[in-house]
Structure formats: C-alpha cells, structure tokens
C-alpha cells in the first residue's frame, strides 16, 4: 500500500509554534525547588529577586510549599478513577454478567501500514478550540442558594414518623406567609421528599461527590467531625455541605442516623421474614421481597426506597470504588434489618438480603406502568478528565474524554465492559458504521476497529467534524472536506471549501445534503452530497458566535450557537423557525424520545423542550454537578427510550423516558 506522505499544518499553528506556545517549557531545576541564597555575599537584588520566587512557588504570605499544601488538599480530595481501575484487572473480571472481550486491549502505534497524513491545506479560518477550551473561561457560576432546613428539634434517636411528621407540618408552615400560589419552588419540591431532609441534603452531596471514593460507607469517617454534624443537625443548624466535605464523614452522619432509630428500618416484626429470603430461589426471592416490602409503614418504605436507590448506584461504580452490593450489604445491613438479642448468627443472611434489594432495585421499587416522568436509570464514573463526546455502536457507548480517553458500557445492561485509551488531543467528533469508531480531534482522524479494540488507521491533522454519507465518512478539516471509504478506510477524494472552513456537519439522506456550520459566525451551509457543491446559504441575523452540533427529528433540525442561543429550522423549507434565547451557555443539544433537549454550562440540568411550542416543559433532576457536555440517545432492544449525558465533573447519566410519561400543556 503507497503511504500516504501529506502533512497538514495550519498558519494558525505556525504562528504559534513561532511564538514557542505550542510545547510547554520543561521545569528547570530551580522550578522545582525553591531557590535559596547560597552565600552571604549574595547582593540586595539577588535577595529581592530570590524571594520574588520563592512567593511565586509558595504564594504570597505562605510557609508551605504547593507540595505540602496538596498533600493537606488531598486528605479531602476524592480519590481518582487511575487509583481504582489498575491494568491488571482484566474488564470481564468487574461483573460477572458482562461479555468476555478477550485479550486486552491494544494500541496499534502509527507506522507505514496504518498511519497516514491528511491533505496540507493552510487556512487562518479554524482554530483550535475543543469542547474543554470552549466551555472554560465563560459565565461565573450561578450563586449558590441557602439549604432550606427547618427547625424541628431533635432528630437522631427520634421514631422516624414523628420526624416526618414535624418536617411536614413545619414545611407546610412555611408558605402560609406568603399564600399557598406563591410558595417558594424549592420549598414545594422539598414537601415531596420521604426522608429527613438532613439525610436528603447528604444523600445528595454523596451523588454528585462521592461515588468514585474507594470504600465508601465502609470506611469510617472523623469520629469528632460526625458528632458535630449529628450535633447541627440536631439544633436545627443550615445543612449545608461544601464541595471538599468528606464523603466518608457524611456518609458516617447516614449510617449514625440510621442505627440509632429506634427501630429497625425494615421492622422487628418482619425480621424473621427477611432474613428467611435468603435461601429462597431468584424468582421467589423477588416476589418474596415485594410481598415483605408492602407490609412496611409509609416513612419506612420510603426511606427503604430512597436508600437502596443510592446504593444500586454507589454498587454499579464498583470497579471504582470497590464497593460491590455484597460489600455494601455487609456494612448496610446491620443497621436496616436487626432484632433484639443476639443476632450475630444471621449476620450473612442479613448481609445477603440487603444485597439482593440493591441488585434488585429497580424490580421491587420501580414499576415502568407506575413511573410518568424521565428517570435516572443509573450514574456512571470511569473517566479521568471531563467528558466531550459519546457515540453508541452495537450495545456499547464508547465514551471518551478530551484525550481520547475512552470508557466503554452495555448499553442495555449499563455495566462497565472495557476502556481504552488511544491519545488523541482535543476530541471534537465521533461517527460510527459497522464495526469501526472514528474519532476526530486537533491532531488526528483515528478509525478504531471495535471488536478488536485497536486503531487501524491514523490519519495525522486535525479533524472538527465528522459525518456517514453512504458508503462513505465526511470528515472536516482546514479548507477541505475528505472523502474517506468504509471499505477501504482510504481517503477516496477531497473537496475544497471555497473561503470558509466546515466546524460542524449532519447529514440529510433522504434529501443528499449535509447542513454544516462554519468559521462564518452566522452561517449555515447545504451541501449537496452527490454533486459535492454548496447548494444553499442560510445567514442568521444578529447571531454573534457560530453554530456549534446538529441533531435532528423528522422535519426539524436542532443546533445552538456559542453563546445562550438554541436554533431551529424546518428541512423542508430551510426556514428559520425559532431563536430560543437561554439565560445560560449552551453546550449540548440533541433529542430525547420525540423531545429536543439541550445541555448548559454551569446548569447541571438537562432541559426538555416542545418541538410546536419551543418551550421548556421539562427537565432532568440534578445528577451531575458541572456542565453537560454531550448527549446521546437511542432507543434499546425492549423498547426503552433512553437518554445519556456526559459531563465535565467526568460522569455520565442514563435516563429513562417512560411510554407513560406526558408533558406539562
């Protein structure tokens, strides 16, 4: 095969290459050291000079090296996901349930057989951006507002229906200020929860914080750190956790609470019961276990439900925090299901029990026909930086970070089943046919092989969108559009663009088009695919960054621009048909089921809208804790339609839209 010998360099790159932007300087020794005055004759501005560094190392009126400060930061910081995951735990070995992928996986480095270059065409149009540099240095964080807790008086050690009861009444006191029509929405939404909100508020700092934290709920936390929050709660104190509060302090105050109810969570009458369904076969056990479930009292069951809905998710994440559903049992279960007396003897029934409702959850507390609004089906960690782009192939989600870092899940059973990682700079893009990934990015088009795990192809440049056109992949660079075959994974030809670079592409097949954004802020181009020209330019008035991801249903096609705009056009018509102005940046856009929904910087939520109406008529609860990234959605094998989300904290969410599920009018 003739190597391809082309090498695509931008001016753009030249020029900073010139500059010396491109490559970090390497540290110097005296960079990694602080400098010290070495001789007494050492003159005023060498001294002057000399401190001057070392408070640029230490900072300004500090006695601590950043070394010595992070070592203290990281008493508190969550342990990564490189921690967790070594390489010699071979992926088919975390779930037992999850399909052999034989041997590891393996990187094939560019050589004369795989790697190639991409056509040399120099362009000051497109630049080097990627979702991560697009998303940082825009709009401030929105404040952050006050926990609502009311004072009830004391709380640990309290039967949980009288708990529940005051929370209620004091709840309900709350809006009789103002009038039942103008309470406050946080106050309505907080009426709804089944458990003390104390135990709500931390239950929710553990979702957002602590999933990735090795051992958690089974290491301890600071003795003295959970008697003085068990001692705030208790008074009535604000309930608020900071982002750098120790998860396993917080999850210590939970377990505390739990143990020193009165009685036991799943009650000393049905003690017996419980623990009987551990010899049961799987099919009765599940009957068994509903059965025993609706025996319970109101606040039990919910508190029950509430619970093992969090854990089902720390138990999904065990490959990263080794917390599997028989370990969380073993540390759960003695404080939910206990009777009087010596009880030691059915310590792994009770272990076994707690673990069957874990693995379970969805089976005994939630009922597809019962459920009317989206849910969150499960929250995954594995990533080490921040998520930008998802593509789904057969029944895996390849997920991949801005390194081409890639984290790969069944779609159906949303298990963790591999990663890979094939080093790529700035991922922009990802398409998929047959059984190859391609991945675009500021250095390369690499195409994967999937069932096989390896890079086949490494075409060098940069690659800012992506598209399947046929028997063929459209891949964007500067000045150019490649024509690359899927059989042949050769570049079948090129075409030129004629004074614009192509940022983002989406293909039409029914009519042969491709609508694709440019360089130009306020334009949108359609090309015509078999005649390979421009066929069409629609200008958006007023429109003051470009076009950022297409996604599209039946006659309408969804995009957002740079800034806080979402746009909508008719196919047919190539009308404008709406300009949705937003209060924060857009970052994502796609459809969920038949509902558009987008994606916001520093708006952890994921907001639904109505394709007649183009209003926001509903939104997804708040699982991830920095700003949505990508989504991607699909409908699985039962029928299902689903929706995930990457996110910039490095999670990803699955969602669920139920067939019963009907929006706000």
């Known amino acids: 095969m003739k190597k391809t010998n082309w090498r695509y360099t931008s001016s753009w790159t030249k020029k900073r290459t010139k500059k010396g932007a491109r490559s970090p300087k390497k540290k110097s020794k005296e ?23 070392i408070q640029s190392f230490r900072g300004k009126g500090s006695d601590e090296t950043d070394k010595e400060k992070d070592e203290k930061r990281g008493e508190l910081q969550h342990r990564t996901i490189s921690t967790v995951l070594p390489q010699s735990i071979p992926p088919q070995n975390l779930y037992a349930s999850a399909p052999s992928l034989g041997p590891a996986p393996s990187i094939l480095p560019p050589n004369s057989s795989t790697s190639n270059s991409l056509p040399q065409f120099k362009s000051k149009t497109l630049k080097k951006v990627g979702l991560v540099g697009f998303l940082s240095g825009i709009q401030a964080p929105p404040e952050e507002k006050p926990a609502i807790t009311p004072r009830i008086g004391p709380i640990f050690g309290q039967p949980l229906e009288k708990t529940m009861e005051r929370q209620h009444k004091a709840l309900m006191e709350m809006g009789e200020d103002n009038g039942e029509a103008t309470v406050d929405h946080a106050i309505s939404k907080l009426r709804d929860v089944k458990v003390p909100l104390f135990f709500y508020y931390a239950m929710q700092h553990l979702l957002l914080f602590g999933l990735a934290d090795e051992g958690i709920f089974r290491l301890s936390g600071l003795a003295g750190k959970i008697a003085q929050l068990k001692e705030s709660v208790d008074k009535g104190e604000e309930f608020k956790l900071s982002r750098d509060a120790d998860v396993h302090c917080v999850s210590g105050l939970c377990k505390l609470y ?42 039990n069951y919910g508190m029950i439900k509430y619970i093992m809905n969090f854990l089902y998710h720390v138990s999904i994440n065990s490959p990263v925090n080794m917390m599997t559903s028989s370990n969380l049992g073993v540390v759960v279960g003695p404080n939910i299901l206990w009777t009087t007396g010596d009880c030691f003897t059915d310590s792994n029934k009770v272990a076994g029990v707690t673990g069957d409702l874990i693995v379970n959850y969805f089976s005994l507390f939630e009922e597809e026909e019962k459920i009317t609004t989206p849910y969150c089906r499960a929250k995954l960690i594995g990533h080490k930086k921040s998520l930008v782009a998802m593509k789904k192939i057969g029944n895996e989600m390849w997920t991949s970070d801005a390194n081409g870092y890639f984290v790969i899940y069944d779609t159906e059973t949303v298990r963790y089943i591999g990663s890979m ?38 075409y060098a440049g940069a690659c800012y969108s992506l598209a399947l056109v046929g028997n063929s992949i459209w891949a964007s660079t500067n000045g150019i559009i490649l024509i690359i075959d899927t059989h042949t994974l050769e570049i079948r030809e090129s075409v030129a663009l004629p004074d614009h670079g192509v940022w983002r592409m989406i293909y039409i097949p029914e009519k042969h088009q491709i609508w694709a954004s440019s360089e130009k802020k306020n334009f949108v181009y359609i090309w015509d695919t078999k005649h390979k020209k421009v066929i069409r330019e629609l200008q958006v008035q007023g429109l003051k960054k470009r076009i950022h991801q297409f996604s599209r249903h039946k006659n309408q096609i969804w995009c957002f621009s740079e800034d806080t705009n979402i746009l909508v056009w008719d196919i047919e018509t190539y009308s404008e048909l709406k300009i ?9 856009v796609s459809f969920f089921g038949e509902f558009p929904v987008a994606g916001f910087h520093w708006v ?20 991830h804790r920095d700003a949505i990234t990508t989504i991607e959605s699909f409908v699985t094998q039962s029928g299902q339609r689903v929706c995930w989300t990457g996110s910039q904290d490095k999670s990803v969410c699955v969602w669920i839209l139920p067939s019963t599920f009907i929006p706000p009018s």
């Open 31 to 53: 960079e990694d050291h602080p400098p010290q005055v070495v001789s007494k004759r050492s003159s005023l501005s060498l001294r002057s000079t000399s401190m001057k560094r």
């Open 258 to 299: 739990i143990r020193e109810l009165p009685s036991p969570l799943l009650t000393l009458e049905l003690y017996k019961e419980f623990v009987s369904v551990f010899e049961m076969d799987e099919a009765e056990k599940i009957n068994k276990l509903k059965e025993l479930l609706s025996k319970l009292p109101t606040y």
């Open 421 to 458: 990682d094939i080093q790529q700079k700035y991922v922009f893009c990802l398409e998929a046919f047959d059984d190859y990934l391609c991945s675009g990015s500021y250095d390369s088009l690499r195409i994967i092989k999937v069932s096989e795990r390896k890079v086949i192809k490494d």
């Open 580 to 588: 949705i102005e937003t209060t924060a940046k857009v970052t994502s």
């Open 604 to 623: 952890t939520q994921v907001k639904g809208y109505s394709t007649t109406t183009f209003e926001n008529i509903f939104h997804l609860e708040n699982y």
